[in-house]
Each structure stands twice: as structure tokens, then as C-alpha cells.
């Protein structure tokens, strides 16, 4: 599989990131699998955080192996200090981990939200703390939804970020603001040299009145060549990494794409964006039909 430099960080990730939320509800022999599933295809670079159901107990068993064989990038969703803290504590617990590649701050969508983690007293304190007691080396900051993208911009304002986390996708650069305000922060992560990292890579649109048949929040594309084109538009933006989506039966779809992975060029991603079906709007991704 491709591997592209994440930032500063200087790790060569491949381009598609394990997202461990996929192992969160399911059995420990399913988890395994899929574990050894991402090893397989040379996946080098993890994505976890603690509400992903029971990811974390899913893949202590597997560490140190993991530890030395992937990147690993964790979160802690707390605003406070002393909360993200005791967070991080409970993390290492439930990983059998001691330290973090990445340690990123999660859900960060809006600037209120900006404000509280950045401010005194802040979860960002707690990070730095954790960087200067070596725990981790990297910090990041993560989020979705449709006013990330400028708040990620500030976030980058005012902090040296190694990296960022935030969706792109075929769908939701269908609106052309949250497009014009992506390109943005992908242009400054560059400029700055910040590690990029998108999430949503097959979202499609929301689940509206229908059954929810996957356990993404958002409907995915299902199908090979819905996943491909969807994938492969998303890796030919100028990104550098993708955490797998988080349903555990489309898996090996994303990971057999990504190991098949080619640049497109503007005309055929132009072709993909105006033949992928979209299925109903989801506010929360800014995606409209």
C-alpha cells in the first residue's frame, strides 16, 4: 500500500489508517481477524480513541505488537485539564499502553468548543504535559461536521498542531462552502507542514426515516465500485492519510481499494463526483441533495 509523509511528524503513513472504531462491537475472534487483516495488506498507522465502544480492550491483547508496527494516534474527548488527565490515564489502562505516536484533542468542531480546550485550564495543557513527560510525541486535533473546517483553521492560529483530522469527501464537496473552506485548511496544513488526515471516506448522507443497516452513523457506500471511486477521488486530494470506516463488514473492501489505489486525474474525479448517487441529506457532514 502508498505510504505519504504525515507532516512533521515525518512518518511515512500508508494512506489508508486503521480506524479502530470498526473492532468496537464486535467479538475479540472478529477483532483479531481484522487486526491481522490491516497487517496484512501493510497498514502501518492506527486510530483510536476511547468512545469507540470497546475498541481499546479489543486491541490490547495485541500490544506491544502493534506498538511496534503502527503509528499510534489516540484522542481524548474531555475539555478540562484535569479531565483529559484522568482520561489519558484510563486510556493507557484499558490499551495496555505507556505512550502515544499522536495524542490528539477529539471532536473539536466549533470555536466554543475551541476556546474551552485551548483556553486556561484547557485539555490542550494536558497535552503539552504529556509531550514534554514523553507520552507522546505528536499533538493533533480532530473533528467533523460542517464548521470544522474553519475551526481547525483558528486551532492552527493559535497552536502549533502536528496534525489535523477532518472529513473529505466525494459527497460533502458537493457544497461548495465546506469545499472552499477544506481546501483552505489543506492549503495552510501545507503551508505549516501539518500532518492531514480525513475522515468520512465513503459517507454518502444520512440515514433519515430508513433502517440503519451499518454501524457508521452516516450511510456508506456499499458496493466495490461505489467504495473505489468514492476512496480513490478522497486519496487524490492533496491529503495524506484515511482512517478505514468504522463498519466492520466493509473492511476488506477499504483495504483492498486502497492497495489498488491510483492518482485521478481532475477530469476523472469530476466524472466520479457527478455519477456517485447520494442517499439523503445529514446536516451533521453538511451533506445536502
Known amino acids: 500500500m502508498e505510504t505519504r509523509r504525515l507532516g ?3 512518518h511515512k503513513s500508508t494512506i489508508v489508517t486503521f480506524g479502530a472504531y470498526s473492532i468496537g462491537k464486535v467479538s475479540q475472534n472478529e477483532a483479531d481477524l481484522a487486526i491481522q487483516m490491516c497487517l496484512d495488506y501493510g ?20 500490544m506491544p505488537k502493534l506498538r511496534s508496527e503502527m503509528f499510534l494516534g489516540c484522542k481524548t474527548p474531555m475539555r478540562t485539564r484535569d479531565e483529559a488527565w ?12 505507556d505512550s502515544f ?15 474551552v480546550v485551548m483556553g486556561p485550564n484547557g485539555a490542550i495543557e494536558t497535552l503539552i504535559e504529556m509531550r514534554d513527560q514523553g507520552i507522546t510525541q505528536f499533538l493533533g486535533i480532530t473533528g467533523h461536521g460542517p464548521t470544522v473546517a474553519q475551526t481547525h483553521l483558528e486551532a492552527l492560529n493559535r497552536f502549533d498542531f502536528d496534525t489535523v483530522m477532518f ?20 492549503k495552510e496544513c501545507h503551508r505549516k507542514d501539518v500532518g492531514i488526515q480525513c475522515i468520512k471516506m465513503i459517507a454518502r448522507g444520512g440515514w433519515g426515516d430508513s433502517k ?8 456508506p457506500f456499499r458496493t466495490q465500485l461505489d467504495i473505489d471511486e468514492a476512496l480513490w477521488w478522497q486519496l487524490s486530494q492533496e491529503i495524506h492519510t484515511a482512517p478505514t470506516c468504522g463498519e466492520y463488514s466493509l473492511l476488506q473492501k477499504v483495504l483492498d481499494s486502497a492497495s489498488r489505489f491510483h492518482q485521478l486525474s481532475n477530469m476523472d474525479q469530476n466524472s466520479i463526483s457527478d455519477r456517485l448517487t447520494l442517499s439523503r441529506p445529514e446536516p451533521k457532514l453538511a451533506i445536502s441533495i
Request: with cysteine.
Open 101 to 115: 505516536d499522536l495524542f490528539q484533542l477529539h471532536s473539536v468542531i466549533d470555536m466554543d468548543t475551541l476556546d
Open 167 to 186: 472529513p473529505v469527501n466525494v459527497a460533502m464537496y458537493k457544497g461548495q462552502e465546506y469545499k472552499n473552506n477544506a481546501e483552505k485548511l489543506i
Open 86 to 97: 484522568r482520561n489519558v490515564e484510563d486510556i493507557m489502562k484499558r490499551m495496555n499502553v
Open 43 to 62: 497498514v502501518n498507522h492506527i486510530d483510536i480513541a476511547p468512545g469507540y465502544a470497546d475498541s481499546m480492550e479489543r486491541v490490547a491483547s495485541w
Open 212 to 219: 440503519k443497516e451499518c454501524g457508521t452513523w452516516y450511510d
Open 8 to 10: 512533521k511528524t515525518e
